[in-house]
């Protein structure tokens, strides 16, 4: 499929102009070695099936598509949600995580390695890990093991061991380095799990196809409930982009425009600039100096400086959109989605719809169809939003 739309990258791991593997000779053997392995498996339909199977019995997967009626008579369209707030562990990141572990099993790996922000996908690693009796050590800069104190018990319940990295700025990019730097070292009994569509090829590849189910699921969801058509609109969230880039794979090749949202704080395709980092090609926020600049924003999930590289080829092809949403209209969205339809959404998802809030009745026409991925519940989330309502608008 290579050169169709959302198919393999080209033999380099490019999409268009952006992605490739921009990594020290080191590390070229394992990406070559994992990159075989899931061409591999991935054409194999044992390792397809067992992958299905887990999801299902475990995951809770598929996750339904709800259509939200007094919202979409309040905003005067029609909005339906993929749930995948209620997959297990409460977001999109166990699709990934399981599937890498599957494929780290199948090469012979006993341990994962990941780096993590805010805790969310170190979490997910930690759960695959406890699930196929696997070690798990996960690196996080020392900063967010402060902010994040819960995400690292939660770890250390699963049986994971989480190492704080006090290099640099001793937050997630500090812990990709020292994460890179383990696996180089451990590679024969070591997996690196990374948690979005990012990083040197195979891996932007690899977490879209293990994301593109929920595209494909809500795909013939939707056909069920639009009486055989597809939404007019497609919409996810963006920090790295996986579940955004999941849901787009099942809708490349319809009419449905497709909308990716970044935080206004983290937007890479609003204000980045083409760059290389973390492996990849890619558009990345940097200052002037060329350093990479800190993404900031109410959620921790969407503070990512950069975004996938297919995410930088679908926008300049033109196939797909990039948008931003601000702290205060995602607060409003969060309240609403609440309030309207008994679903307390994760923030991050949030500034999906507080997109869609702002379009509907104007570039969203009255009567449009609109599928927005809901990635992830808000439960995470709610203290602080308590802290952030009870301060009062900024005066
Ligand atoms: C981690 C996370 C995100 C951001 O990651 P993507 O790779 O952009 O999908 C979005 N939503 C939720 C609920 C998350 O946990």
Known sequence: ???????????????????????????????QELEAAFTEAWAHRAFRAELREVLHHYGGRPTPVTECHRLSEQLGIRLLLKREDLAHTGSHKLNNVIG?????????????????GAGQHGVAAATAAALFGMECVVFMGEIDTVRQALNVFRMELLGARVQPVASGSRTLKDAVNEALR????????????????????????????????????????????????DPDWVVACVGGGSNAAGTFAGFVDTDSALVGVEAAGGSAMGHGVPGVVHGMKSYLMQDEAGQIR????????????????????????????YAQAGDDEVLEAFQLLS????????LEPAHALAWVIRQAGTEIPRGASVLLTLSGRGDKDVAQVRDLLSQGPPS
């Open 339 to 346: 309030r309207t339809e008994g679903i307390i959404p994760a």
């Open 1 to 31: 499929m290579s050169g169709s739309l959302m198919g393999s990258p080209d033999p380099g791991g490019r999409f268009g102009d952006f992605g490739g593997r921009f990594v020290p000779e080191s590390l070229v053997p394992a990406c």
């Open 182 to 229: 383990y696996w180089v070292a451990e590679v024969d009994t070591t997996h690196y799990c990374i948690g979005s569509v990012m990083g040197p090829h195979p891996y932007p590849w690899i977490v879209r196809e293990l994301q593109r189910v929920v595209g494909e699921e809500a795909r013939g969801q939707c056909r069920e409930l639009l009486d055989g058509g």
């Open 100 to 116: 890498q572990a599957l494929l780290a099993r199948r090469m012979g790996k006993s341990r994962l390695v990941a780096e993590t």
């Open 294 to 321: 800190e993404a900031e924003s109410i959620s921790a999930g969407l503070d990512y400086p950069g975004i996938g590289p297919e995410h930088a080829h679908l926008a300049t092809i033109g196939r797909a959109r």
